[in-house]
């Protein structure tokens, strides 16, 4: 199979990824990473408002075969869940990672040691990709871990997976560097986005971060097995009563971003984490709250991409307290 290697491996020729990962090194001593510019000195160890300080922290590394079939394949994406985030999302699913900081289900670890995660995932496991779940506030660091990988043969194609509460100006030193970007779009009103995510200008945020995504890797291409090898993926979670205004969202995605953008319509909610304390959303969505949807991707001829179906919600919940974390959930994939 021909496949073009990912842009970092020109990058650390040239000396480019260098530049970058310190570049975004010095930038941890106020932290200005994320949205959130908490100015946090995380090079001296203190923890953000992402509740992590210098080192990446992981949780899990696996195989993943519930990702989006254009991710998974046949043998799966090679997955490194961080752990933190710089959302604080009530209905989390990954809660136990993401907005615990006291669980000790997840270790610090070395950049060294992430790049041996990465080589692990495509030489032991042959996974198609690296997909970096959650990584934000973990940019420095993953710039860093890369530049160790590429000397130790590190070819996959990289996947940003986020809630795209991003910075645009931290997104522009990973061009070139990440292939595919797989991006959450979850909400259209910045009102629910502080109640249900505290956090502000979530809409403009990620519409930035959107469009810079969309402008270094452009619609989704995948090779002669249907695997990605670059492009961008957006995720839209239909959450009860429209809190995620999909209608606005999804039109804007193909209004300012492209038509022929790849979706992936996820019908999965679960009331998680603390849902249970908000009305709204202690349920899951109904039948009529996901075939609206559908026909909106329909309407607005939105052919590129896959939706999930009502049965997803038993499928895609994953518990981080075992080594079987979605062994069985995983046996329903996307279409």
Not at 31 to 54: N, Q, V
Not at 102 to 111: F, L
Not at 237 to 255: H, N, Q, Y
Not at 280 to 304: F, P, S
Request: hydrophobic share 30%.
């Amino acid at each position: 199979m021909n496949m073009e290697e990912p842009g970092y491996i020109s990058l650390y020729h040239s000396g480019e990824l260098q530049r970058r990962a310190e570049k975004l090194e010095e930038r941890l001593s106020e932290c200005d990473i994320c949205p959130r510019e908490c100015g946090t000195d995380r090079l001296a160890g203190k923890t953000g408002s992402c509740h992590s300080g210098l080192l990446p922290i992981i949780s899990t590394v696996c195989a993943h075969h519930g990702e989006e079939p254009a991710l998974s394949g046949r043998r799966g994406s090679g997955t490194i869940f961080f752990a933190n985030c710089n959302l604080r999302c009530v209905y989390c699913q990954n809660y136990q990672i993401s907005q615990e900081p006291e669980n000790k289900q997840h270790d610090e670890i070395s950049t060294r040691g992430l790049a041996e995660c990465m080589l692990y995932l495509q030489d032991d496991l042959k996974c198609h990709n690296i997909n970096l779940v959650t990584p934000s506030h973990f940019v420095p660091q993953i710039v860093r871990a890369v530049l160790e990988a590429v000397p130790m043969g590190l070819t996959l194609p990289l996947v940003y997976n986020t809630s795209s509460y991003d910075s645009t100006r931290t997104l522009q030193e990973l061009d070139g560097i990440i292939s595919i970007y797989l991006a959450d779009l979850r909400y259209s009103s910045d009102g629910y986005a502080r109640k249900y995510s505290h956090v502000r200008h979530y809409v403009e945020s990620s519409h930035s971060a959107i469009r810079e995504m969309y402008r270094q890797v452009g619609d989704l291409e995948v090779d002669e097995d249907g695997i990605a090898r670059k492009g961008l993926i957006i995720r839209h979670l239909i959450l009860p009563d429209d809190i995620a205004g999909s209608e606005e969202s999804l039109r804007w995605l193909v209004d300012e971003i492209s038509p022929r953008v790849t979706v992936s319509i996820m019908s999965q909610y679960h009331p998680s984490y603390r849902a249970y304390k908000y009305r709204e959303l202690n349920r899951r969505i109904t039948k009529e709250e996901y075939a609206r949807v559908v026909r909106l991707v329909d309407k607005l001829g939105m052919e590129n991409g896959w939706l999930q179906g009502m049965e997803s919600p038993r499928y895609y919940l994953p518990d981080f307290s075992t080594d079987e974390l979605f062994l069985k959930k995983e046996q329903n994939q996307k279409s």
